[in-house]
């Protein structure tokens, strides 16, 4: 009986068959790594183009921001606020004041204002380090000629500023036959410590009737 157990336990043995499952198992292990590499590299490519639109969008808001700031800096510094106002010296009329002056109106004598002076402002410039109340004055011999909008018999602009707490009134241009004319001379502008760039910058603030 044992004898025929043997046999039947060798024909059991010799039908068994050993496979090693190490390479699939392996391979299973390197798909499964692949698909990690694969997974890792797709988002980071995501990532990457995402990434690149925020920085260029970063760089575009930079540009924006500075760009916006300078025409800022710029619209404060060239900013000119402009006031007008007229004066116009009270004389009164008589025929013995050498001030008014006599025209012909209808075949009679009619005495008129002269000396009507049309003042124009521009206040707190900023030229170079320092600022200026920059004025012109456009001079009139009557009052009627104001009125109408004639051109100025005379031009010229002038600059108010402090100096060591001191009021400081500098002589700038007189336009004479379209040309800006310096009045000031270099020992009052030593003198008022008023650079000689600030004064030649200050013409274009002068507001001339043209």
């Known amino acids: ?15 068994f068959i050993y496979e090693d499952f190490t390479a699939v198992d392996e ?4 798909a499964e790594r692949r698909q990690i590499y694969l997974d890792w590299k797709t988002k980071a490519f995501i990532f990457s183009r995402y990434a690149k639109y925020v920085f260029i969008g970063v760089i575009v ?5 500075i760009m916006l700031s300078y025409a800022w800096h710029l619209l404060k510094e060239e900013r000119v606020v402009v006031q007008e106002k007229i004066i116009v010296k009270e004389i009164p009329i008589s025929n013995n004041n050498p001030a008014n002056s006599t025209r012909v109106i209808d075949g009679k004598n009619v005495s008129v204002i ?3 002076t049309h003042f124009t402002h521009v206040y707190d410039q900023r030229v170079g380090s320092n600022k200026y109340d920059i004025i012109t004055r456009w001079k009139y011999d009557s009052a009627s000629d104001a009125q109408i909008g004639k051109f100025p018999d005379e031009q010229t602009c002038y600059a108010n500023f402090k100096r060591n707490a001191m009021e400081v009134r500098l002589e700038l241009y007189k336009l004479k036959n379209g040309i800006a004319q310096k009045q000031f001379s270099n020992s009052e502008l030593k003198k008022y410590s008023v650079p000689k760039s600030d004064a030649e910058n200050m013409k274009k603030y002068c507001q001339w009737y043209i």
């Not at 808001?61 to 921001?65: E, N, R, S, Y």
């Open 27 to 30: 391979g299973i292990a390197k």
């Open 1 to 15: 009986m044992n004898k025929n157990m043997d046999d039947e336990n060798k024909s059991v043995n010799e039908n």
């Open 114 to 116: 002269s000396n009507v």
């Open 61 to 65: 808001f930079g540009v924006l921001a």
